[in-house]
C-alpha cells in the first residue's frame, strides 16, 4: 500500500526570510534570485529553492532545506548550489563546417574594421614612433653608463672582494696562534699516567 505524502508545513513555506539568512552566510546576497518553488522531502523537510545570479551557473538554483519540530521554530538543515533540469546539459552541437564558417565572417569583420581604424590613426602613428625612438636612445645611455651592470659599479665589487680577501686572511692567522696555543698547554700538563 503506498503512503500519501504529508502536506507542506505552512510555517516552513513562509521562512522564506530565513532561508535567506542562511544563504547570506555562504554567498553574498547579490547573487540570491527570487524564490523558484520548493520541494517536500521525506520526514516533513521543505527545501525552498532560489534562482541565483551567479555568472557562469544559468539554471542553477539555492537550495536551503528547512525542518520544524512540533510546537518549535523552523530550522536550517542545508543550504547548497543545485543544478537545475537541464543545467548540465551541452548544447546543441553544431557541425564544424558551419562553426568555422561563422569564425570566418567575424575574422574578416574585424580584418574590416581595424583597416578603417588604422587609415584615421596613421598620421598620430607617426608622430608617436618619433617619440619613441628619442625614448629608446635616452635608455640605451643610462643602461650602459660607467660600467654599471643592473645599478651595481663594477669597480666597488672588485673593492668589496678585496677587503674579504684581506679579512679571510687576518681570520687563517688567529686560526694558527691557537693551534700554537693548545700545543703549548698539551706540553705542560703531565700525562695521567706519568702521575
Do not use: C, N
Amino acid at each position: 500500500m503506498t503512503s500519501k505524502p504529508e502536506p507542506a508545513d505552512a510555517e516552513l513555506l513562509a521562512a522564506h526570510d530565513l532561508a535567506i539568512a542562511a544563504l547570506a552566510e555562504v554567498t553574498p546576497v547579490s547573487s540570491i534570485g527570487a524564490p523558484a518553488g520548493y520541494t517536500l522531502e521525506d520526514d516533513g523537510v521543505v527545501s525552498l529553492r532560489f534562482a541565483t545570479t551567479l555568472p557562469g551557473y544559468p539554471g542553477w538554483f539555492w537550495t536551503v532545506s528547512l525542518a520544524r519540530v512540533e510546537g518549535e521554530a523552523p530550522t536550517v538543515l542545508e543550504v547548497e548550489l543545485l543544478p537545475g533540469d537541464g543545467a548540465l546539459l551541452a548544447p546543441d552541437w553544431v557541425p564544424w563546417a558551419e562553426r568555422l564558417a561563422d569564425y570566418q565572417a567575424a575574422q574578416t569583420a574585424l580584418a574590416e574594421a581595424s583597416e578603417s581604424d588604422d587609415d584615421d590613426d596613421e598620421s598620430d602613428d607617426e608622430f608617436e614612433d618619433d617619440e619613441e625612438d628619442d625614448d629608446d636612445d635616452d635608455e640605451g645611455v643610462s643602461r650602459t653608463h660607467g660600467g654599471d651592470i643592473d645599478g651595481v659599479e663594477i669597480d666597488e665589487l672588485d673593492d668589496a672582494t678585496a677587503e674579504d680577501d684581506d679579512s679571510d686572511d687576518d681570520d687563517d692567522s688567529d686560526e694558527e696562534d691557537s693551534d700554537e696555543d693548545e700545543e703549548y698547554f698539551d706540553r705542560s700538563e703531565p700525562a695521567s699516567d706519568e702521575r
